[in-house]
């Protein structure tokens, strides 16, 4: 089974729609992220979480918002999603590991979410 | 500000050495990572680097130098399928992962 699970894989909707996609995991790991990757500009960071009570902004959170329901999900949602938010869309979580000359945040990612607005 | 630049596109042969740079100007430098993400899918660590040197892992090798704000991904006796995007993010104390915009290789036969 996946560790890092997106629903839904692929979703097209229209202009105006309120679009939820919901992330689950199974790592244990405290810290979740939402990122959108579009082409020739890479990962973009949407909003992050450290754990249940804490939700922070990430490069390009306008229009879009974020729900930590419980340590295993993080939600993304577009209020009223337009055309430019036509994007592939990646949840990721890690664990940091302190200690030595290890100061690991490595990244996991899921299998992404296609979104297309019409 | 936060800059990290990577070449946006590179070519090479089966059999050959690539080498793939990163340069980073970011406040609160943690760590460097390397990813391989293919086409439509998600992306796979490769490597991470804190200190400077150089990190070898199988036909892999990562390299830091900090006090240059400068990474490479060597890749070795390249195959087809290492014909993929490599994304270079740096991890910044406190917050998460900063990417680059990636580099798309392209291995020919």
């Known amino acids: 089974d996946a560790d890092v699970t997106q629903t839904p894989r692929n979703r097209i909707t229209k202009t105006g729609k309120r679009i939820m996609l919901e992330c689950s995991q199974t790592?244990?790991?405290?810290?979740m992220y939402w990122y959108r990757q579009d082409p020739g500009l890479g990962l973009r960071l949407i909003y992050y979480s450290f754990d249940v009570k804490d939700i922070n902004k990430g490069e390009i959170s306008d229009g879009y918002s974020v729900s930590r329901q419980a340590q295993a999900k993080f939600s993304l949602s577009l209020e009223s999603a337009i055309p430019n938010q036509t994007a592939l869309y990646f949840c990721?979580?890690?664990?940091?590991?302190?200690?030595?000359?290890?100061?690991?945040?490595?990244?996991?990612f899921g299998p992404g979410t296609r979104l297309t607005v019409l | 500000g936060q800059n990290i630049d990577q070449p946006t596109e590179m070519t090479a042969t089966e059999g050959a050495i690539v080498q793939i740079n990163c340069t980073y100007q970011t406040s609160g430098f943690n760590g460097l990572f390397w990813y391989q993400q293919h086409a439509g899918e998600a992306p796979t660590f490769l490597s991470y680097?804190?200190?400077?040197g150089l990190e070898e892992k199988g036909r892999f090798s990562s390299f830091l130098s900090r006090s240059k704000g400068y990474s490479y991904l060597l890749l070795k006796e390249l195959q087809m399928k290492d014909s993929a995007s490599y994304l270079c993010?740096?991890?910044?104390?406190?917050?998460?992962?900063?990417f680059g915009k990636g580099t798309t290789l392209s291995v020919s036969s």
């Open positions: 790592k244990g790991h405290d810290r």
């Open positions: 993010a740096v991890n910044q104390a406190g917050t998460a992962l900063i």
């Open positions: 680097n804190v200190l400077d």
């Open positions: 990721a979580t890690s664990d940091l590991v302190v200690g030595g000359t290890e100061n690991h945040n490595e990244q996991f």
